[in-house]
């Protein structure tokens, strides 16, 4: 049996039911949240975690516009899909990597839940990306251990740093030492396992962690172990405050549950996935297509997907529209910038494009700026989004209250906002044929080298790009 087979089937029965109604009342929604919440517990996903999600997803789905093309179901089906994405934690999240190497990874976690064999995938996976790991066999309990680590250590290439049976805290450190004095960049720490959660464990991680600083802390959770592994991680994080966890075994019949809550039950994002016992088997977690794959509506989740381009597509040029006619105000600022969030981070969208993946590789873009503006121009009322000249002082001052901003910040909003206004006027004014002009930045969206240069709409840098291609010839 595949992973999350019971639980698909049984979401899908809740909404095929829904699917022949032309209109959602309220109790069909109901209805169909009461399936899925006996689906999502019978999945071993927490009750907490079950009840909140169905009960958010009945809130919007519940007098919810139905988008063009899509059927109030399918409706339902996207809220669902997106909520589950949120469960998970809605991004990918990346390895906390240290200012100054080497970055120290922890693993830790319950006896057999797969802690060896992921430091030897992470290990070959960092060295597939240019990293220089050491893995570290912290684990001298089990004589055994060791030689585990040294093989899959081989199989992976990557060096093992081992000194028998001493003292986990002392390797630990004389790893990092290691590490420093032969230019490995990572330290990836293979720690003990036990069966159960217990003091002297504890105990021994939190002084590798008081020593050596790690700086990712990462819990191996086997998924198979259901609510169990939620548990125990919350009880890990208690006391060793967690960074992330590596959910392994989803190659197994696991029934989901913990790929569910560990995120809701934790706050700690579900980093990597473990698909099966070969050392290639390893994937960054990434929620959106974990929640598809969930699911498991590849058709359904397709036509949402472009009844969702469509409306971009609508919107954008409705938006052309206003350019032209000198009319676009905040709420179209507003609507770009989601537009742009529900692409993905901006440095995958412009790691994308020819020629500039490699320039911004090294680069930091600010994506929590975006969230700034949003909540920015949340703050303001409709008539400010309409006409922001409105703003003065005093509104300046609401609008950096009610978004946890300073005044400066809403200040450079308006004085780029006022630019980009400005640069639409003469653009229009100058025709098609004018000179082209540089279109104005929002603040921070750029990195440093790249600073002023990230333009509203990644297709223009797609166009202007393909310009400097031209030049080149
Ligand atoms: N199918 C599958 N098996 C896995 C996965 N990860 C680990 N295993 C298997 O699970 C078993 C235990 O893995 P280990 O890496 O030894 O676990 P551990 O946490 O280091 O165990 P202890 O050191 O005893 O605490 C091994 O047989 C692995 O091959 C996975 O993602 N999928
Ligand atoms: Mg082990």
């Known amino acids: 049996m595949m992973a999350f087979e019971g639980l698909s089937e049984k979401l899908s029965a809740a909404f095929k039911r829904l699917k022949n109604k032309g209109k ?9 949240m009461r399936e899925v919440r006996l689906a999502l517990l019978e999945a071993d996903v927490n009750y907490k975690v079950a009840k909140e999600f169905t ?53 830790c976690g319950l006896q057999g839940s797969g802690k060896t064999t992921h430091s030897a995938k992470l290990g070959k996976m960092l060295k597939r990306q240019g990293h220089r790991p050491l893995l570290a066999a912290c684990d001298v309990y089990r004589p055994a ?11 992976a290439g990557v060096t093992v740093f081992e000194m028998g049976q001493e003292d986990p805290v002392t390797i630990a450190e004389k790893a990092v030492k290691h590490a420093k004095d032969y230019g490995n960049d ?7 396992g036990r069966l159960h959660i217990d003091e002297k464990l504890m105990n021994e991680l939190k002084e590798i962690k008081s020593k050596v600083n790690p700086d990712e802390i990462l819990l191996v959770v086997d998924s198979m172990t259901g609510q169990d592994a939620v548990n125990v991680a919350k009880s890990f994080d208690e006391l060793l405050d967690i960074s992330g966890l590596i959910l392994t075994k989803l190659d197994g019949d696991t029934r989901g549950g913990a790929a569910l809550s560990a995120k809701a039950v934790t706050g700690k994002p579900i980093k990597f996935a473990g698909i099966g016992e070969k050392l290639d088997d390893l994937e960054v977690f990434h929620p959106d297509r974990m929640a598809s794959r969930i699911l498991g509506m590849g058709d ?14 609508k919107k954008s040029e409705e938006m052309a529209r206003k350019f032209q006619q000198n009319k676009f105000d905040m709420n179209d600022l507003y609507e770009q910038l989601q537009q742009i969030k529900r692409m993905g981070p901006i440095k995958g969208i412009l790691s994308k494009l020819p020629n500039i993946g490699d320039q911004i590789k090294d680069m930091d873009f600010d994506d929590r700026q975006m969230d700034r ?17 409105i703003i003065n002082p005093s509104r300046k001052r609401r609008i950096a209250a009610g978004s946890g901003m300073k ?21 229009n004014a100058r025709g098609k044929n004018g000179k082209r002009k540089r279109m104005p930045m929002l603040p921070g969206l750029g990195g440093s080298s790249m600073a002023g240069s990230m333009p509203l709409n990644p297709a223009r840098l797609e166009s202007k790009n393909k310009n400097k291609k031209k030049k080149k010839k």
């Open 24 to 32: 959602l009342t309220e109790s069909d929604v109901k209805d169909a």
């Open 55 to 107: 009960n958010k997803v009945t809130e919007r789905a519940v007098g919810a516009d139905v988008m063009e093309s899509l059927t109030p179901a399918q409706m339902v089906v996207k809220i669902v899909n997106e909520e589950l994405t949120a469960l998970m934690g809605s991004e990918e999240t990346r390895i906390n990597f240290a200012n100054k190497p080497p970055t120290v990874i922890m693993m």
């Open 145 to 155: 251990a060791i030689e585990q680590l040294k093989v899959v250590g081989g199989q």
């Open 186 to 192: 990572i330290v990836i720490l293979d720690t003990a």
């Open 300 to 313: 359904i989740l397709t036509l949402i997907e472009d009844a969702e381009n469509r409306l971009d597509q």
């Open 373 to 389: 503006i949003g909540a920015m121009i949340s703050s303001m009322t409709k008539k400010e989004r309409e006409n922001p000249d």
């Open 407 to 427: 005044v400066e910040d809403v200040n450079r909003l308006m004085k780029q906002f006022g630019e980009m206004q400005k640069f639409m006027k003469t653009m």
